[in-house]
T-cell receptor, first 110, second 113 residues
Framework: GIQVEQSPPDLILQEGANSTLRCNFS?????LQWFHQNPWGQLINLFY???GTKQNGRLSATTVATERYSLLYISSSQTTDSGVYFC????????????FGTGTRLKVLA | EPEVTQTPSHQVTQMGQEVILRCVPI?????FYWYRQILGQKVEFLVS????????KSEIFDDQFSVERPDGSNFTLKIRSTKLEDSAMYFC???????????FGPGTRLTVT
């Protein structure tokens, strides 16, 4: 089956630093989303980005579907950015189910 | 902004008991999903539901699990006889007709003792 790998698995940043999180997938996908799981376990939708680039405040994302990867950029990180970041991809199954990546655990220090 | 809601937020049950997890998807959405996340692991697909029937299910979704849309608004996941390994966070999600973006609920944390 499809493999969805995220890197790095763990990341510690000082407040104010920038970071890039990567999501690699082993097969063609129809759709892709990035999520932030906060310390309470809730999944917060960050981006729906099957291709191209989007920006929302300090966050931006780029997906290059032909090369099977997506990047999430966090600029000027804040302690509230801490948590786990997941990418999720949808195969061409027709039911739009998502396969989640392995996650990147981010800790931002004050 | 419309959102997916789930109840309860936390459920504690004894092994062997039945539990029903409830979800209210976004009102005009057509596809509904359940995912689960065992503590510290990644989120896993359980089942998708469309047009009042299961579209796809994972190997996790065995005979102990069932889903239902009993009315026009609720979407439920039933576990008939819970096991310790069913302890996890369960997420409901829905998908509309104009976008392929899935909207996730806040989750129900199920603890089986």
């Amino acid at each position: 089956g499809i493999q969805v790998e995220q890197s790095p698995p763990d990341l510690i940043l000082q407040e104010g630093a920038n970071s890039t999180l990567r999501c690699n997938f082993s097969d063609s996908v129809n759709n892709l989303q990035w999520f932030h799981q906060n310390p309470w376990g809730q999944l917060i939708n960050l981006f729906y980005i099957p291709s191209g680039t989007k920006q929302n405040g300090r966050l931006s994302a780029t997906t290059v579907a032909t090369e099977r990867y997506s990047l999430l950029y966090i600029s000027s990180s804040q302690t509230t950015d801490s948590g786990v970041y997941f990418c999720a991809v949808e195969l061409t199954s027709g039911t739009y189910k998502y396969i989640f990546g392995t996650g990147t655990r981010l800790k931002v220090l004050a | 902004e419309p959102e997916v809601t789930q109840t309860p937020s936390h459920q504690v049950t004894q092994m062997g008991q039945e539990v029903i997890l409830r979800c209210v998807p976004i009102s005009n959405h057509l596809y509904f999903y359940w995912y689960r996340q065992i503590l510290g692991q990644k989120v896993e697909f359980l089942v998708s539901f469309y047009n009042n029937e299961i579209s796809e299910k994972s190997e996790i979704f065995d005979d102990q699990f069932s889903v239902e849309r009993p009315d026009g608004s609720n979407f439920t996941l039933k576990i008939r006889s819970t096991k310790l390994e069913d302890s996890a966070m369960y997420f409901c999600a829905s998908l509309g007709r104009t976008s392929y973006e899935q909207y996730f609920g806040p989750g129900t944390r199920l603890t089986v003792t």
